[in-house]
């Protein structure tokens, strides 16, 4: 396999590099790719209108015409497990990076930059970090980074990062997924000016759609009356909509009105604090009162918002590269850390009722009603390892490199695969020096043909939820006491069948297996020395 991956890439570019001389012999050795990873925030699987969804997406509409999408990619269900796998290509139980494993981060842990910088590359982070071990940029290997550490405002920061070296509080007039981006652009055009020679890797991790629901009041107006339906009626065309696009082939999951995040504030609290609009559970949205209706779709509106802003956000960022000459030799991979959230909390400096909802003053979450929308067709939520909660959006652009366009890719992939893949574009060999090895592997024939990629297994463990995948079949139990439940999902991807009493030996082989892997990733953690990164504060 990594010989003809090696063929494959080698191919695409000694060809572009030929057309572009004219003569393949005497061609210059072609330039390795870029790499541009952007990074949502609790965004749901079906939110994108690409992806069925309800929400103007159009620069990531483009990207997928251009390019891949991905219809069975995988996170963590978490923002900050789902960052470490992306960015060391193991499981964040291999790398002490879940917020329920013990220990600190193991020494053969290597960050994706680490790997490119002998490469040639040179490497950038802005936007949001999150990770059990926050590590500056120079502990990682990122030449730059705009490191956002404050998660709980979008209209300002109290706590934010340039190289290591905290920034003051920002100006009014500031809104982060704006910043985000700025930030990015400015290490693009210092990188065309300083090294235009070498390549770049840039990890764009915007915190949009993420709570507080907040956004710039023009944005929130677009969207005041598209989702007035409610979301029983919004799921509903949705899940139709995906299984024409050929994005689904399942029934659509019923909402769960028992099944809510048992941290969030408690429901007395929430609704003396916003009002009595709001609403704490997935109950039919017919059942509604005429208040709760208002508020209800606006907090729609303003997630909509969110996700439309960082869209136009996305959009700068690939017109800079297009400046730059380098759109064509650039592979753009776009994705979400989690499903949407059903969370509702207030924090930060909590919520006035009299402001303008949206605004700074105001602290929503979307709640598990609309988050059921947003990851539709699939069961549950963000930190559940249901669908819902771990199905990610990944589309893949690269004009030199992918001649398939506007193409489904059904292959099954992980977070844990996105430094295999880089590295595997870079040139360098996807694997570990030292430790366990990696736990991903690169996705880069699936660029060229679907069904590419094949693998023995994947893994979730989150907050004491399981699961295991291995083809199309799928172990899953919800918490320490959860019985283990079996699905097929080549037809049942919303888990409404539940086949493990009718194959209790397959379900029982399969709970060995993950066992076994969930054991070894904490033999092999323990046995490491403690890193010397440096760190530079808790997460």
């Given at each position: 396999m990594l010989?003809?991956?090696?063929?494959?890439?080698q191919?695409?570019?000694?060809?572009a590099?030929?057309?572009?001389?004219?003569?393949?012999?005497?061609?210059a050795?072609?330039?390795?790719?870029?790499?541009?990873v952007?990074?949502?925030?609790?965004?749901?699987?079906?939110?994108?209108r690409?992806?069925?969804?309800?929400?103007?997406t159009?620069?990531?509409?483009?990207?997928?015409a251009?390019?891949?999408r991905?219809?069975?990619?995988?996170?963590?269900?978490?923002c900050?497990?789902?960052?470490s796998?992306?960015?060391?290509?193991?499981y964040?139980?291999?790398?002490?990076?879940d917020?329920?494993?013990?220990?600190?981060?193991?020494?053969?842990?290597?960050?994706?930059p680490?790997?490119?910088?002998p490469?040639?590359?040179?490497s950038?982070?802005?936007?949001?970090?999150?990770m059990?071990?926050?590590?500056?940029?120079?502990?990682?290997g990122?030449?730059?980074?705009?490191?956002m550490?404050?998660e709980?405002?979008?209209?300002?920061?109290?706590?934010?990062?340039?190289d290591?070296?905290r920034?003051?509080?920002?100006?009014p007039?500031y809104?982060?997924?704006?910043?985000i981006?700025?930030?990015?652009?400015?290490?693009?055009?210092e990188?065309?000016?300083?090294?235009p020679?070498?390549?770049?890797?840039?990890?764009?991790?915007?915190?949009?759609?993420?709570?507080p629901?907040?956004?710039?009041q023009?944005?929130i107006?677009?969207?005041?009356?598209?989702?007035?339906?409610?979301?029983?009626?919004?799921?509903?065309?949705?899940w139709?909509?995906?299984t024409?696009?050929?994005?689904?082939?399942?029934p659509l999951?019923?909402?769960?009105p028992?099944?809510?995040?048992n941290w969030?504030t408690p429901d007395s609290?929430l609704?003396?604090?916003?009002?009595?609009?709001?609403?704490?559970?997935a109950?039919p949205?017919?059942?509604?009162?005429?208040e709760?209706?208002?508020?209800?779709?606006?907090?729609m509106?303003?997630?909509?918002a969110m996700?439309?802003?960082m869209?136009?956000e996305?959009?700068?960022l690939?017109k800079q590269?297009?400046t730059?000459?380098?759109?064509?030799?650039t592979?753009?991979?776009?994705l979400?850390d989690?499903?949407?959230?059903?969370?509702q909390?207030?924090?930060?400096?909590?919520?006035?009722?009299?402001?303008?909802?949206?605004?700074?003053?105001?602290h929503?979450?979307?709640?598990?009603?609309w988050?059921?929308?947003?990851?539709a067709p699939f069961?549950?939520?963000?930190s559940w390892?249901?669908e819902?909660?771990?199905?990610?959006?990944?589309?893949?652009?690269?004009?030199?490199?992918i001649?398939?366009?506007?193409?489904?890719?059904h292959?099954?992939?992980?977070?844990?695969?996105?430094l295999?893949?880089?590295?595997?574009l870079a040139?360098?060999?996807?694997?570990a020096?030292?430790g366990?090895?990696?736990?991903?592997?690169?996705?880069?024939?699936?660029?060229?043909?679907?069904?590419?990629?094949?693998r023995d297994?994947l893994?979730?463990?989150?907050?004491h939820?399981?699961?295991l995948r291995?083809?199309?079949?799928?172990?899953?139990?919800?918490?320490?006491?959860g019985?283990?439940?079996?699905?097929?999902?080549s037809?049942d991807?919303s888990?409404?069948?539940?086949?493990?009493?009718?194959?209790?030996?397959?379900a029982?082989?399969?709970?060995a297996?993950?066992?076994?892997?969930?054991?070894?990733?904490?033999?092999?953690?323990?046995a490491?020395?403690?890193?010397?990164?440096?760190?530079?504060g808790?997460g």
């Open positions: 010989s003809s991956r090696r063929s494959f890439l191919t695409t570019l000694t060809a590099a030929g057309a572009a001389a004219g003569n393949p012999l005497s061609a050795p072609p330039k390795k790719p870029n790499i541009l952007i990074l949502a925030d609790d965004m749901g699987f079906s939110d994108a690409c992806y069925g969804g309800d929400i103007d159009p620069h990531l509409d483009r990207m997928a251009n390019g891949l991905f219809t069975q990619a995988y996170s963590t269900a978490r900050g497990p789902s960052r796998c992306l960015l060391t290509g193991q964040a139980q291999q790398t002490a990076s917020i329920m494993t013990p220990g600190k981060i193991p020494a053969y842990v290597k960050f994706l680490e790997y490119l910088k490469l040639g590359y040179r950038y982070h802005t936007g949001k970090w999150h059990k071990h926050v590590t500056g940029a120079a502990g990682v990122f030449d730059h980074s705009y490191t550490m404050d709980l405002r979008f209209f300002t920061q109290n706590n934010h990062l340039l290591g070296e920034l003051p509080k920002p100006e007039g809104y982060s997924t704006t910043a981006a700025d930030y990015g652009l400015r290490f693009l055009k990188h065309a000016k300083d090294q020679g070498d390549p770049f890797f840039l990890f764009a991790a915007f915190h949009a759609p993420h709570f629901l907040q956004a710039p023009e944005d107006d677009k969207y005041s009356e598209r989702f007035s339906e409610g979301w029983d009626t919004a799921r509903e065309r949705k139709q909509r995906m024409k696009m050929g994005l689904i082939n399942c999951a019923p909402a769960e028992n099944m809510w995040t969030n609290e609704i003396a604090k916003i009002g009595p609009g709001e609403v704490t559970r109950v949205w017919s059942t509604l009162t005429p709760q209706k208002k508020l209800q779709r606006t907090k509106a303003i997630h909509a996700v439309s802003r869209d136009t996305i959009g700068k690939l590269v297009e730059m000459g380098q759109l064509d030799n592979v753009v991979l776009f979400s989690n499903g949407a959230s059903s969370e909390l207030i924090r930060g400096d909590g919520h006035d009722s009299t402001a303008p909802l949206g605004s700074a003053k105001t929503l979450g979307l709640g598990p009603g988050a059921g929308n947003s990851n069961r549950l939520h963000k390892v249901n819902g909660g771990i199905a990610s959006p990944l589309i893949v652009q690269w004009p030199r490199g001649h398939d366009h506007n193409q489904l890719r292959d099954q992939c992980h977070f844990v695969d996105i295999p893949t880089a590295v595997d040139g360098g060999k996807p694997v020096e030292s366990p090895g990696l736990a991903g592997k690169s996705i880069l024939p699936a660029f060229s043909k679907n069904g590419a990629v094949t297994f893994y979730f463990n989150h907050n939820n399981r699961a291995t083809g199309d079949w799928k172990l899953i139990a919800t918490g320490d006491v019985p283990w439940e079996l699905y097929d999902l037809k991807r888990e409404q069948k539940n086949l493990a009493p009718a194959q209790p030996e397959r029982r082989q399969m709970a297996k993950w066992k076994t892997v969930d054991d070894g990733f904490t033999q092999a953690r323990e490491a020395t403690a890193s010397t990164k440096k760190l530079i808790p």
